[in-house]
């Protein structure tokens, strides 16, 4: 099975929030995984040596994926430029962009289960930076009953920001706006619109803006597994610095939501989408011992 053979009927989740169903999905496929014992349970001890160790390995896989999705937006826009590489060939590099992006949310969402970082901390987290002044207040963000609505929300006012566009043009699905030398646009006519959440609209300018909001992601995914001292080869256990380890954890969050942001990940649903076809296909594998 691959991502374009998933059915998917959002219609079963109406009611529920695209943060809810994503963290009772990773839960439920961490549970499958807990029973084979392919996983430790959680949340983790971060005071013994088995749960650093882990921790820093998810965290690590968590880096590897984030990488690879960018390499395949560094694909899709070289692909793009060649006029001799048909339209299945572009399209491939595009699709296998969004399936990275749902590689990384999974785990994205595994090392925050395993920290114990939910929907709460994530909104504590916001409204602490507004407080800080590091990010402009929302007037409607009381209003965000979907927590990661409200993270793509304060994701494209920093994207928005670094691209010096004024409050006037500051709308939801007007990346197309943004002064990009030479931009591509994908004609959805090619392709079907739900396997096409991602990347949207690409140029060389996108490209290295992404690079720099996941290096940033990927510097804070560092310094917190900086935090964890212990080391396998050694045998006494060291006690974290738990604020830097979650801080740092919340900061590589905020850069990945602009990274998404600036790659036309525009709404809750959208994530969903990817996630979803992503999870089902996951657990086919399980089925299968893949």
């Known amino acids: 099975m691959n991502i374009e053979e998933v059915e998917l009927l959002l219609d079963q989740f109406d009611g529920k929030h695209a943060w809810e169903i994503i963290w009772a999905h990773r839960i439920e496929l961490m549970q499958k995984y807990n029973e084979k014992g392919k996983l430790p349970n959680w949340p983790l001890n971060l005071e013994e040596k088995e749960g650093q160790v882990f921790i820093r390995d998810l965290m690590g896989f968590l880096e590897e994926e984030i990488f690879e999705a960018f390499e395949h937006l560094e694909q899709t826009e070289l692909a793009l430029r060649k006029t001799d590489l048909d339209t299945n060939g572009r399209i491939d590099h595009l699709l296998k962009f969004n399936e990275e992006i749902a590689d990384t949310l999974h785990l994205w969402f595994e090392v925050m289960i395993y920290f114990n970082i939910d929907l709460y901390a994530i909104e504590d987290y916001y409204k602490t930076l507004v407080k800080q002044k590091v990010l402009m207040p929302i007037p409607e963000a009381d209003n965000y009953e979907d927590i990661l609505g409200l993270a793509l929300r304060y994701g494209f006012m920093v994207v928005y920001a670094n691209n010096n566009i004024t409050n006037q043009t ?42 720099d909001y996941l290096f940033d992601a990927i510097k804070h995914l560092q310094k917190a597994r900086n935090t964890l001292k212990i080391k396998y080869w050694r045998n006494q256990d060291d006690r974290p610095n738990y604020e830097a380890l979650h801080s740092n954890i919340m900061e590589a969050w905020l850069y990945y939501v602009c990274f998404l942001c600036r790659n036309n990940f525009q709404t809750p649903e959208q994530i969903l989408h990817v996630y979803l076809r992503k999870h089902f296909i996951n657990i086919d594998r399980l089925k299968n011992e893949w």
């Open 170 to 211: 500051l709308q939801l699905g007007a990346l197309n706006v943004i002064n990009m030398s030479t931009q591509y646009a994908i004609d959805e006519q090619q392709i079907p619109w739900e396997l096409l959440m991602g990347g949207k609209f690409i140029s060389a300018k996108v490209v290295r803006e992404s690079r």
